[in-house]
């Protein structure tokens, strides 16, 4: 379904923005709480900066917030409206969807950010996917 190529893969899968053939992450899996923010330095395929300027992503914080709410969005429309809890249980299931999403919601965070900046291009791929 998701393709090399598609802004929507490289934000899902954490991959490098610009080739897509590796993860910005040095640890992929986002429950591994102590390394869910460590980032590589640089794409080893495609030598991609992902730390663009000092700082950079604070931005993703704004992004967090979006992301957050769209989730305790999902949680009450599926506690009180699909599941019909009263409010103090839609509640419970919001804050409890935040925590345990909370690492995921970080990293997804920080990959819209950076791919709001960088774009995927086709002849780094190409050139990469030819040297392998």
Known sequence: MLKKG??????????CPKCHNESMYQNT???AIIDVLKMNENCSHCHTK?????????????????VGVAFAVAAFIVSYLFLGSN?????????????????IIMRL???????????YDKSIAKKINKND
């Open 29 to 31: 899996n986002p429950y």
């Open 50 to 66: 992902y730390k663009i300027e000092p700082s950079f992503f604070y931005g993703s914080m704004y992004v967090s917030y979006a």
């Open 87 to 103: 409010l103090i249980a839609a509640f419970i299931a919001i804050v409890g969807t935040l925590i345990v999403f909370l690492p």
């Open 6 to 15: 598609n802004k929507l893969y490289s934000i899902l899968k954490g991959a």
């Open 109 to 119: 965070s920080r990959n819209i950010w950076i791919n709001i900046f960088m774009h």
